[in-house]
Every structure is written in structure tokens, then in C-alpha cells.
């Protein structure tokens, strides 16, 4: 990552700053930001928004990314009979969201994917430099392909190719817990800490773990995939997969599905925390939805040893954290490909 890229992650995740205060954010001397800064001003990457406030001398100028640049759509393959999609400004900020039904299969989610992206795109007069897409399931970076996905016929199908070439731009393919993780670390709930464990439950049950700042995908690209975490079944009888233990089908046979949801869902957190040691545990998609006083009946039960401080948070950004973060994505992959092509020019 060049300073270029980290000085435009900065404003991301923090938000406006003057050069005083993004040079000592990312350690570097007032000459070396106020070149950097320049360069983007003029080519309209970053605006200068006025003055902050004086603490004794000039007003600083507070800089802030712009929002007028480009757009970016996200897609959210999860649900078992919809599609969510978002439009996001180059500033990562959403503009739009919208739904459609699938019958859950591949034509139905191919068609729909393409129906919310046409219906997104038309809001804004912005150019579109690329869709995301975050799907349940394992996704190679290099082929850029699904190659593991148990709810839905996305398989080995080129979504990607086929989704765009339909609109004549760049597509990229995520897991969905990574997805909605990138916003939570950015613009959510892990905005102030550099080490999380990120949950969340759809159909299935999807991990994501910052560490030092960074996204930990593992050696072949596939960490955080937990759906064959072994957990105990009711009463003791044995042991299940997490993600048949967490399905809707199988707790609606239970009397006391709650009472179970809670449970395992606490084994699994407490296998979690006591291997990763994040400083912050967010819940996501269904486990969100359970609310504050769940949350909180995990965290009062958190046997550490050794104790430590752990927080746990709700997501803020819902049900549609997957999209989001799948446009996100595309957004900073655009300013990547933006500081690229400054180097080259240099």
C-alpha cells in the first residue's frame, strides 16, 4: 500500500482532517502530505472544505474525499428469497438501496443481480467504476470465482464475467462476512480499533478477523470460514456443524430454540476469542436482529481466562452490511488503481 493509499484510507475511516493532523495520523512530515495533498486536490480526488478551528495560529484547511467522483454498487447474495443492493458515492457514503426477489437459482439471482444494478445505477448522474459483489460462500481472489457455496447455485458459474460484461465495467466477488466486515472497520463499528472478530448469520454462519489493522484471509484465501465448527447438540447428544446448528430449519424443531441460539452461539464466540484474542467482538446480520439484551447475555457470560478487557458491539450497518462493504471495496480498489497511475505518470 503506497502513502497515497493510506492517506485516502485515512480520510475514509476518520473523516476530515487538515495536513497538520493526517501527517501525524500516518506518521509522515508536513512537506511530504502537503505534496501528496496537492497532487490529489488538483485532480479532484480530495476537496478542501473550508477552515477547522484555530488553536492559536491560521485556521487549517480541512480536507475530505470527494464525493463526486464516481459511484459504486454493491450486492449482497445471503438471503434465502432476496437480493440487496446499495450505491455508494466515492466517498464510501450510500446513496440508494434497493431489493429484489430470487427463486434461488442461478437465472433468477444472475437476473435480479442485474435488475437491482440497473435500477441503482439510474439514481445518480456518476460515472460507475465497478460492482461488488458479496456472496455466502469462498471466493477465489486470483479466478475471481465462487468456489464454495452451500445455500445457493452460484458455483463455478462466471457471475462475475456475466455481470459484467452486462454493464461494460469491473466486478468483484467477496465473501459476505469479509464484506460487511471492510465497512464495520471503516465506517462502523470497529471505526476506533485495529483487532475484531466479526459474526454474523444468514443462512449460514460467516466469520471475519482484523488483526492489526489488517484482514487475515489465510494462506489459500479461505480463513474465517467456520461452517463445519463442530458444537454440542441439544442436550448433549453429541456434536453438529455450527451451520446446521444455526439453521432455520433445525431450530424450529426445538422447544427452546432461543434458549439453544444463545448457547451456541456463545461456544462458538468463546472457541473464537480465546484462539484470536480480538479486542472487539460485532455482531452482524441475524445475530444483530437479536438485539442488545443477547448481546449482552454472551458478554456477562464470557468466561476469559486469563481475564481481559473484551467489548462486544451491534453492527451499524444492519442487514445490509454486505453490500455495503462489497461497494466499499470497489471504491478503494478505484483509488488504488488512482495512485497506480499517479506512480506511473511520476
Known sequence: MTSTDKLLQMLLRTGPLSRAALAKCLHLSRPAISSQVERLVEDGVILERGCGSSTGGKPPIILALNPRNFCAVGLDIGHSSKLRG???????EMLFQAEV????????????????????????DLPLCG????????VD????????????PVRGKNLSGLIGSSFNCPVSLENRARAAAKWEYYLGAARKTEDFLFLSAER??????????KLFIGRAGVAGEIHDLQVPAPGGNGMLPIETALSETFL?????PNGYLLET?????????????????????KLRDLGVDFMENISENMALDPPRVLTFKLSQSGRIGAALGAALGIVIQNW??????????S
Open 101 to 124: 426477489q430470487h427463486g434461488n437459482t442461478f437465472e433468477s439471482i444472475l437476473d435480479g443481480c442485474r435488475e437491482l444494478v440497473r435500477q441503482l445505477r439510474q439514481k445518480v
Open 131 to 138: 460492482i461488488g459483489i458479496a456472496v455466502a460462500g469462498q
Open 265 to 285: 452461539v456463545q461456544y462458538a464466540v468463546r472457541l473464537l476469542v480465546n484462539f484470536l484474542d480480538p479486542e472487539l467482538v460485532v455482531f452482524g446480520g
Open 204 to 213: 449460514g454462519f460467516g466469520t471475519a478477523w482484523y488483526n492489526n489493522g
Open 336 to 345: 488504488t488503481q488512482f495512485t497506480k497511475e499517479v506512480t506511473n505518470e
Open 252 to 256: 424450529q424443531t426445538l422447544e427452546n
Open 86 to 92: 446499495v450505491l455508494c458515492n466515492s466517498a464510501g
Open 141 to 152: 481472489h486470483r479466478l475471481n470465482e465462487v468456489v464454495y457455496c452451500a445455500n445457493f
